[in-house]
């Protein structure tokens, strides 16, 4: 099962290789990871989403815990969260696809960044089930470049 | 010019802060970049001893941190100093040992350059170091030594580097900044929770066969004599690791011994068929659970007392968990027992009993065995000697056979099982505990990594015995090639070794060949009586076996024993 964990460190070099290799080590695999400067310039966020059971995820979990850097762990995955990802995608186009293409760009409320003579690259934003239907609605077409920046998370405010 | 300045250099800077956290000697090794810290130390009260290697330099710190409870020191060069640090620095990550270790950096302007005698020694210790630091302005050096120090000695202690550039000691007219710790992000646990320690002391009282399994955080956390109490009042029996070695003094009526690979057959049967298993400070390393958390105790509620809460249920799945100091945490269990009645445990301890009587551990007395020498030197320097081993069979008979009264009195290499590391160990030992008798058991494998360190004994007149059991092989290989690799003997054979005691005399150091039972009293005394170091050169054969032995892919109460 993935679980996603944000973690909050410090915001200085050498952090980012002390989290990481506590995955190396033990033969985990990241799913996604996402960094960067949290409101306080001191500390950094990340959003590691990771797979594993019960009992690895909570190895995972003290185990970051213990690293002098990290100052909390919280695992988001059963909790009520708004969780985004963002991915920008090349996709060819031609005179018969274009209008379709450009159909299934709306739908999936994407935004055309840039164009080419035979291809336009789409913007969009959303939970990782809707990215990765949209690239999967794409394909058919020719997908040519994706780069997705992986999940980032924050918990919802109670109502 | 500059003369009202009350600034400081660096190097002094970090002298004074090592001075503030109470250190006294370093152990270290010079090189170009830390000429500057060389040079301070010429004024400085702390004192340095200089090994010959800087894998003797981290072993000498470690011997030293575990015999006196203190944080070692140790400082190297930059680059090949540096990585020569390596094993070291792994094998106190392994075994909790507070360390503190200084590396010297190339100039900050060339860092990252591949510069002469440069090594990204952070990156390298990543691994096996509780944190790091690559300083960068000499002003903060207060600060990141106060850390240093208490990162390496709270919670689960463990070896801290400080890499320090050159110019950072060379860096002039330091104003220090006030040395106030900035983390955050680091927790020790303390005292258990009282509903927790409630289940414990019903627990024990409900069962029928409990076991205690003391490990090294039994020592880290100076629970022996809590543990004693405990032992002594509910007449809990009481198996430890090797880490854990004289939690109980050895002959206490409750002592079953070593547990796991080279264990007792009690303390191994006793683990397994008892209904509760209170761990204190171990991490069911696979030496003591054969690999194989599943099958280990599979009868027993299982208890686990650590400061690490990674530990708990890691390898062996556990009932009640509680993370914490081992000593705290063993006080409030007393503390809250009058409220349950103490456990039955006869009919256990005739269980114990029958199988204590039936497996006594034996050996031959008619030639020269290594078992004898042991226990000899046992009944001639008592348990309050300190003991410092190498890795292979000598270790384990020395476990088994020597009579540890205290457990900061026998430094050995566990976790990481690292031969060359007990001469070294030795020297830090006998600098630590100036007073007590320290000896060396190793053998002629180990001996040979460290050989050079009878150097650093020398120069300092350390009145170390060295016990050398010596067999011409690798002892342990050859063990191992004999009982699982059909005889196919292999690379055992140590064929060139010198003459140990003309080595040894070679360095000043007085040596003594003994090759019949009746020299092995003697000889031992003769050494004891010696006010300076002594070699004593045992001959033994190399057909000497460690038993009992759980063999490779079995549970612990499948064991050879003869
Ligand atoms: C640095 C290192 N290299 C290799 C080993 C593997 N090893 C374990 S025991 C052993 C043999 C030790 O021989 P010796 O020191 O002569 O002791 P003996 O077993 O004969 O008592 C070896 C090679 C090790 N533990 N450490």
Same mark, same amino acid.
């Given at each position: ?5 944000a973690?909050?460190?410090e915001?200085?070099p050498g ?28 500390l950094? $966020?990340?959003t590691?989403v990771?797979a ?7 190895q995972?979990?003290n ?5 002098v ?6 695992d ?7 969780d ?5 995608v090349?996709i ?5 696809t274009?209008?379709e293409?450009?159909q299934?760009?709306?739908?999936f $409320?994407? $935004?055309?960044?840039?164009?080419? $003579?035979?291809?336009i690259?789409v913007?969009?934003?959303?939970t ?5 239907a949209?690239?999967?609605a ?11 920046t992986?999940?980032?998370a924050?918990?919802r405010s109670?109502? | 010019?500059? *003369?009202?300045t009350?600034?400081?250099k660096?190097?002094?800077?970090l ?10 000697v ?5 090189g170009?970049?830390v000429?500057?810290?060389? &040079? ?8 340095h001893?200089?090994?010959?290697? *800087?894998?003797?330099?981290v072993?000498a710190?470690d ?6 409870g %203190?944080?070692?020191?140790? @400082?190297?060069t930059s680059g090949?100093g540096?990585t020569?640090?390596?094993?070291g620095i ?8 507070p360390l ?13 350059s591949?510069?002469?005698?440069e090594a990204d ?16 302005d000499?002003? *903060?050096l207060?600060?990141i ?6 990162l390496a000695?709270t919670?689960r ?5 400080i890499?320090i ?7 002039e ?8 710790m900035?983390?955050?992000g680091?927790?020790?646990?303390g005292r258990?929770n009282?509903g927790?320690?409630?289940e414990?002391?019903k627990?024990?009282?409900?069962s029928r066969?409990?076991? @205690? ?9 100076n629970?022996? =004599?809590i ?7 509910t ?9 854990g070695l004289?939690?109980?003094?050895a ?5 079953? =011994? ?5 264990g007792?057959v009690?303390?191994?049967y006793?683990?397994? &068929?008892?209904?509760l298993?209170i ?6 390393d696979d030496r ?11 009868k ?12 708990i249920?890691?390898v ?12 705290e945490?063993l006080?409030e ?6 409220g349950f009645?103490?456990?039955? @445990?006869?009919?256990?301890w005739?269980?114990?009993?029958a ?8 050996? &031959?007395?008619?030639r ?11 009944e001639?320097a008592?348990?309050e000697a ?5 890795v292979g069979?000598?270790q384990m008979?020395?476990?088994q056979?020597y009579p540890t ?9 566990c976790?990481?099982g690292?031969?060359?590391?007990g001469l070294?160990?030795?020297v830090g030992a006998q600098?630590?505990?100036t007073d007590d ?7 002629d ?8 360190e009878?150097?650093?004994?020398a ?6 015995k060295?016990?050398? @059991?010596n067999?011409?092989?690798l002892?342990?290989?050859?063990q191992?090639q004999?009982?699982?690799y059909?005889?196919r ?8 070794n010198?003459?140990?005691? %003309?080595?040894?005399?070679a360095?000043g150091?007085?040596?003594?060949h003994? &090759? ?10 003769e050494?004891?009586?010696h006010?300076?170091?002594v070699?004593l050169d045992f ?5 000497e076996?460690?038993?009992p032995?759980?063999?490779?892919g079995?549970v612990?109460? *499948?064991m050879i024993?003869?």
């Amino acid at each position: 099962m993935l679980h996603t964990l944000a973690v909050l460190v410090e915001n200085h070099p050498g952090v980012l290789i002390r989290v990481a290799g506590l995955f190396t080590r033990r033969g985990y695999n990241i799913d996604s990871l996402t960094v960067c400067q949290t409101e306080d310039p001191e500390l950094s $966020r990340m959003t590691i989403v990771v797979a594993g059971d019960d009992q690895v995820i909570e190895q995972v979990r003290n185990q970051l815990s213990k690293l002098v850097v990290v100052h909390s762990v919280t695992d988001l995955t059963e909790e009520s969260v708004v969780d985004r990802e963002l991915a920008l995608v090349r996709i060819q186009v031609s005179s018969e696809t274009r209008s379709e293409v450009f159909q299934t760009v709306d739908v999936f $409320r994407g $935004r055309v960044v840039d164009m080419g $003579r035979n291809d336009i690259t789409v913007e969009l934003t959303g939970t990782i089930k809707k990215l990765d239907a949209f690239v999967h609605a794409i394909q058919p077409y020719g997908l040519l470049e994706l780069v997705r920046t992986g999940k980032i998370a924050i918990l919802r405010s109670e109502t | 010019m500059g *003369e009202e300045t009350t600034g400081l250099k660096g190097a002094t800077v970090l002298l004074n802060a090592l001075q503030q956290e109470g250190v006294d000697v370093i152990f270290g090794y010079p090189g170009g970049v830390v000429l500057p810290l060389y &040079d301070a130390l010429v004024d400085s009260p702390i004192r340095h001893v200089l090994a010959r290697h *800087e894998q003797g330099v981290v072993y000498a710190a470690d011997g030293y941190a575990r015999v006196s409870g %203190k944080v070692g020191v140790c @400082l190297a060069t930059s680059g090949p100093g540096a990585t020569n640090l390596v094993t070291g620095i792994a094998n106190a990550y392994s075994d909790s040992i507070p360390l503190v270790v200084l590396t010297g950096q190339v100039p900050t302007t060339l860092l990252g350059s591949d510069s002469f005698q440069e090594a990204d020694i952070i990156g390298i210790t990543m691994p096996i170091t509780k944190h790091s630091y690559l300083v960068k302005d000499a002003r *903060e050096l207060p600060r990141i030594v106060k850390e240093a120090f208490y990162l390496a000695s709270t919670g689960r202690p463990g070896p801290v580097l400080i890499d320090i550039p050159k110019d950072v000691l060379a860096q002039e007219n330091v104003e220090p900044f006030v040395a106030e710790m900035k983390l955050k992000g680091y927790k020790v646990f303390g005292r258990g929770n009282n509903g927790k320690i409630e289940e414990v002391a019903k627990a024990l009282s409900e069962s029928r066969k409990p076991v @205690l399994y003391a490990g090294g955080g039994v020592v880290t956390a100076n629970a022996e =004599g809590i543990l004693r109490h405990l032992s002594d009042k509910t007449n809990l029996p009481v198996v430890t690791t090797l880490m854990g070695l004289g939690s109980l003094p050895a002959g206490h009526p409750n002592l079953l =011994g070593m547990v796991g690979m080279h264990g007792t057959v009690t303390a191994n049967y006793a683990v397994d &068929d008892c209904d509760l298993l209170i761990a204190v400070g171990v991490r069911f390393d696979d030496r003591v659970t054969s690999g194989m958390g599943h099958r280990f105790a599979t009868k027993a509620k299982v208890i686990h007392i650590d400061i690490d809460p990674v530990e708990i249920s890691k390898v062996v799945k556990t009932h009640i968990r509680i993370v914490g100091d081992a000593r705290e945490i063993l006080e409030e269990v007393l503390d809250s027992l009058p409220g349950f009645t103490v456990p039955q @445990l006869s009919d256990w301890w005739s269980q114990l009993r029958a199988w204590q009587n039936e497996h006594t551990l034996g050996y &031959d007395m008619d030639r020269l065995t290594p078992q004898m020498v042991i226990k000899c030197l046992g009944e001639l320097a008592g348990g309050e000697a300190i003991i410092t081993t190498d890795v292979g069979q000598h270790q384990m008979w020395a476990a088994q056979y020597y009579p540890t009264a205290h457990p900061r009195n026998y430094a050995t290499s566990c976790g990481l099982g690292a031969m060359g590391y007990g001469l070294p160990a030795a020297v830090g030992a006998q600098i630590a505990r100036t007073d007590d008798k320290v000896f060396l058991i190793t053998g002629d494998g180990s001996l040979q990594m460290s050989i050079q360190e009878l150097g650093t004994i020398a120069q300092n007149k350390l009145p170390i015995k060295i016990i050398l @059991l010596n067999n011409g092989v690798l002892g342990m290989v050859r063990q191992w090639q004999k009982m699982f690799y059909s005889e196919r003997y292999s690379q055992i054979l140590l064929q060139g070794n010198p003459d140990f005691v %003309k080595v040894a005399e070679a360095y000043g150091i007085r040596g003594i060949h003994v &090759d019949s039972t009746e020299q092995v009293r003697s000889a031992i005394t003769e050494a004891i009586n010696h006010p300076g170091p002594v070699l004593l050169d045992f001959a033994i054969s190399p057909e000497e076996a460690v038993l009992p032995l759980v063999p490779p892919g079995n549970v612990i109460t *499948e064991m050879i024993v003869r």
